[in-house]
């Protein structure tokens, strides 16, 4: 459904809701939704970020869905083959277009001014309470997995300088990290309020993205000669595995494209916002975050193989180097987007927290360094004895993101219909979304299952060919 009009339609929080989560905010120069086409490509692509403009908005919600998981969707191509791989990434995109979509046209068609409202109009208080505990548990986890990256990046740099791999590997050298960068980083940068401060966050994590895309691209026609001449090494490479590894793959797919959450929030921030615009937004971001997965995924897996890491950069160097230089740069400049990443994922939580705890959504700076003090340091604390990312990755996707970007949006979508449920505007994403959650809980329970037998990934189904040690 178009929702442009012609008249411009505005958000249905604007000056009745100054303050709701969901309003226009003033620009400095007036524009319509068309203005953009008037200026020519420099002006459109080099120009200020301003508050509000779209380009800005789509940093905002690239920024949202990069993160932890991009780090391992070369693994997702290790176990589960690399057609599958390439399939996954290109099935995460559009489903994660798709439901935001859905969460869009709700939204601005029905005057709702968050999702939390979404998930109330579409399926009452049981759906509203739903969505918040899945809130309240996948956000601050999806924090932990950027600590965990963060902290394991330091680590690996620090082992390449000479720092004992042994003590790297420690809490203590965990916490000589991770207590320092949230006291300097996570915890200043979470405590500001507009997500249009996170714009450039977005900004820097493409570049970096874009950087480490480049080295693997660059560096993996030397990793793959060495790969298939060293004869102590078993390399084996098939398009489809068929086994219950899928599931762990399909559930760090879905992790890496969660966005929807924060989708409100920058549409708050949109000038002139519509249904035509925020579509652009989501379509772009997507799009921007599938390029990157892909160019990283297939690199990455095309240089190591059946021996590529769960944390791709953690590669050895190439024989003959002591060091990779340029992947090292690659590390830190990952942790940059860990650093931008992690403040746009607490924005929904704080926001959350206080509508479930206290029954409101505004708060003063006093409350708002109390509440972010105590997400920090639980946080904080739970990366430095916790550091296992792929079971993590594994049970957020499949269970929090599944049933917050798929199962509630289709719930709320096809409630809200004018149609019945079983006409084809609705059957088809409750098919299409169905299957996929059933997909990503199947996925916890095969994580649980490896977690509870001592067994880890890659060893269940018919794979016994799996090497994620460097040292193999």
């Not at 199962?407 to 449920?421: D, G, Q």
Request: with cysteine; proline share 4%; glycine share 8%.
């Amino acid at each position: 459904m178009d929702f442009n009009d012609g008249t411009g339609m505005i958000s249905p929080g604007t000056l009745r809701d100054a303050d709701a989560d969901v309003n226009i905010k003033a620009s400095k120069v007036p524009r319509s939704p068309g203005a953009m086409g008037r200026k020519n490509f420099m002006d459109r692509t080099f120009s200020k970020l301003d508050k509000g403009s779209v380009r800005g908005s789509i940093m905002s919600l690239v920024s949202a869905a990069v993160g932890g998981g991009v780090l391992s969707l070369p693994f997702v191509f290790a176990l589960s083959g690399w057609v599958t791989g390439v399939f996954l990434l290109i099935l995460g995109a559009f489903a994660g277009i798709w439901s935001n979509y859905l969460i869009a046209e709700v939204a601005i068609r029905k005057k709702l001014v968050n999702f939390d409202q979404v998930a109330k109009a579409g399926g009452g208080a049981c759906l509203q309470k739903l969505l918040a505990i899945m809130i309240l548990i996948y956000l601050p986890g999806s924090c932990i997995t950027y600590m965990i990256l963060f902290n394991a990046l330091i680590g690996y740099v620090a082992n390449a300088f000479g720092l004992d791999a042994a003590f790297v590997n420690t809490m203590e050298f965990r916490a000589i990290v991770g207590v320092p960068a949230t006291l300097l980083f996570y915890f200043p940068l979470s405590m500001k309020r507009d997500m249009s401060a996170f714009a450039y966050g977005g900004v820097a994590s493409v570049i970096a993205l874009l950087y480490v895309a480049l080295i693997m691209v660059i560096e993996m026609p030397w990793y793959n000669s060495e790969a298939w001449k060293d004869e102590k090494r078993d390399i084996q490479s098939f398009p489809v595995y068929i086994d219950l590894n899928i599931f762990t793959s399909c559930s760090i797919t879905f992790f890496a494209y969660t966005c929807q959450v924060q989708l409100m929030p920058v549409y708050s921030e949109l000038v002139n916002p519509n249904f035509r615009r925020i579509k652009k937004v989501i379509t772009r971001s997507l799009l921007t975050d599938m390029f990157f997965y892909m160019i990283i995924g297939v690199a990455g897996y095309m240089s190591t193989f059946n021996y590529t890491q769960s944390i791709v950069v953690e590669r050895p160097p190439l024989e003959g180097y002591s060091k990779d230089y340029y992947m090292l740069v690659g590390a830190l400049a990952i942790c940059l987007i860990m650093v931008a990443s992690l403040p746009v994922n607490y924005h929904p939580w704080r926001y959350q927290i206080f509508i479930f705890c206290f029954n409101r959504d505004d708060f003063n700076q006093c409350e708002n360094a109390i509440i972010t003090s105590i997400f920090m340091i639980f946080c904080t604390g739970v990366a430095i004895v916790f550091p296992n990312i792929t079971s993590v990755l594994s049970i957020l996707g499949g269970l929090c993101s599944c049933t917050m970007s798929y199962l509630i949006p289709t719930i709320a979508y096809v409630r809200m219909s004018k149609f019945k449920w079983y006409h084809h505007t609705n059957l088809l994403p409750i098919l299409f979304f169905g299957t996929l959650t059933i997909i990503g809980y199947i996925s916890v329970v095969a994580t649980v299952f490896l977690l509870v037998s001592g067994n880890k990934t890659g060893t269940i189904g018919n794979r016994t060919d799996l090497h994620t040690d460097p040292s193999a």
